[in-house]
């Protein structure tokens, strides 16, 4: 049955993915504001979904190795794997996607999280900051969005008339934010099951096998959007996925439960996560596209991770 729930997850997370990424561009359009901002915040949160449910329950059950290595994992997936996938497939033209604040925002996420981290635990005033820290990211977002629109109504006086009806998109939207959770939570538990009989120890289960499934809605949501050639929601959700499971997630599990960082985490994992999300500099500071070539190399080094982990 395990392999059954596996199989059943990935189809699952297939077309909630392509629903979420219509969804996410319909709504666009249909307020008149960048498909980047609604990839920054509504497709992010959605796709963030299956690390909050799984931080939390394995925080509550006293395994917070499974838990931050769920969200250091994801976050290093998201990059390597997430963008290595599409961009080897049939590339992401980056020109015209992410601004440079947004990545700035990731960076200045990633590097508060190291630095809790290194006091040994994330204690319940770490969570008050990190979502303080998100919240004003989020507001960020609103503005971008504000001024966006109202560039838009001063150049042409309306909102451009769309295909697109409220229904489809709220249904689209719905789709995606639902069966994302659904099909990574089938295919995690399938997954973590195997693992757990082939002996393997939780924090490499929660580095690998939890982390890849529960990145596995950011994959399908990127890949469909790559192939619909639209960037801007590829590497929006990465990058607003990344600070959600960051701040987000860990955030808010650190109200709940203290949650005690394993030593493992800060000789090795903490620098590959921020080593994932430095390597993104060129390609969104100087708008490099990520072609087969580098989907190539992300794919290659993040085989040679999860390689290390089970030596």
Known sequence: MDFVYVAIGFIILLVAGDALVRGAVG????????????????VAFGTSAPELLISIKAALQ??????LGNIVGSNIANVLLVLGVPALLVGITTR??????????????????MAIAFTGEFKFWHGIVMLVLLAGILFQ?????KSSRAAMLEATGEIP?????????????????????????LLVEGAVSIAQKAGVEEAVIGLTMVAIGTSLPELATTVMAAFRKEADVALGNVIGSNMFN??????VTSL???????AEFLRFDLWIMLASSVVLFPFIWFKMDLNKFWGLLFLAVYTAYIGMLFV
């Open 256 to 262: 709940i439960t203290p949650l005690a960082v394993p």
């Open 246 to 251: 960051l701040l987000g997630v860990i955030g």
């Open 62 to 67: 006293g395994s917070a190795g499974l838990s």
């Open 141 to 145: 977002a609103y503005r971008l969005a």
């Open 27 to 42: 709504l666009s359009l249909k307020l008149g504001i960048p498909a980047l901002v609604v990839s920054l915040t509504v």
């Open 96 to 113: 015209h996607s992410a601004p440079k604040s947004n990545y700035v925002y990731m960076m200045v996420a990633t590097v508060v999280f």
């Open 161 to 185: 008339e769309t295909d697109s009806v409220w229904w489809k998109i709220l249904v689209m939207l719905g789709v995606g934010v639902i069966g994302l959770p659904i099909g990574a939570n």
